[in-house]
């Protein structure tokens, strides 16, 4: 059984950082390009970053200059170190494969950026 597991989300003013991580287990996730999605209150999941297998990164407009996505693949474990951040950044952000996303969403870890 796959599990995802988001943790490092929290409350921040905005300009502050945080560290995100996502644990996978049951599956070696070096083989697929990952991602990580937020989804804010009253809109849809959106996918905001993206690493490949070789480590090939892409940003959603929004976030492109303040967030970096890396992995490692040893510990199947994916981050994402976010800067700058802005309120419109307040969501629960989750990690799935970048490319048909497994079903079985990890429960998320919610930022929230507030002065």
């Known amino acids: 059984q796959v599990q995802l597991v988001e943790s490092g989300g929290g409350m921040v003013q905005p300009g502050g950082s945080l560290r995100l991580s996502c644990a996978a287990s049951?599956?070696?996730?070096?083989?697929?390009?990952m991602g990580w999605y937020r989804q804010a209150p009253g809109k849809q999941r959106e996918l905001v970053a993206r690493i490949s297998t070789a480590g090939t990164t892409n940003y959603a407009a929004s976030v492109k200059g303040r967030f970096t996505v890396s992995r490692d693949n040893a510990k199947n474990t994916v981050y994402l170190q976010m800067n700058g951040l802005k309120p419109e950044d307040t969501a629960v952000y989750y990690c799935?494969?970048?490319?048909?996303?497994?079903?079985?969403w990890g429960q998320g870890t919610l930022v929230t950026v507030s002065s």
């Open positions: 049951g599956r070696t996730f070096s083989n697929y390009a």
């Open positions: 799935n494969k970048a490319l048909n996303p497994l079903d079985a």
